[in-house]
């Protein structure tokens, strides 16, 4: 497993373990043939999607894009991120579990 499949797996350990928070991976673009198409979704969509249950009983979009390293994020993952921030919902860049915990407290 690479250490981005890890961090991802590990954020989503921790996020299940809060109440009113319902994540999803993203599925990975899967090869065919030698060419890689997208399985799920659409190009920028985050690693890791779903939604989080407010204190008032509304609920917001959440979308975590996972980085590792010096990795960073392309222009269609920022405008993805971009859209869920205008529409209220959350959505980060992460790169460590507490950050992603801290951001659904």
């Keep these: ?9 590990a954020v989503l ?12 991976p993203y599925e990975a673009p899967v090869a065919q043939r030698g ?23 509304c609920p917001s979009w ?3 894009e996972v980085k590792c390293g010096r990795d960073t994020l392309r222009p269609e993952q920022r405008a993805f991120l971009d859209k869920v921030n205008a529409a209220g ?7 460590d ?3 992603a915990v801290n951001a659904l407290r």
């Design 1 to 9: 497993m690479t250490r981005h499949a890890e961090l991802v797996r």
């Design 35 to 57: 060419r890689v198409t997208r399985a799920l979704g659409w190009a920028g969509v985050s690693d890791i999607v779903g939604w989080h249950q407010r204190a008032c009983g």
């Design 13 to 24: 350990v921790a996020c299940y373990m809060l109440p009113g928070v319902y994540l999803m």
């Design 89 to 95: 919902g959350i959505a980060l860049e992460i790169r």
């Design 62 to 64: 959440v979308a975590f």
């Design 97 to 99: 579990v507490m950050s």
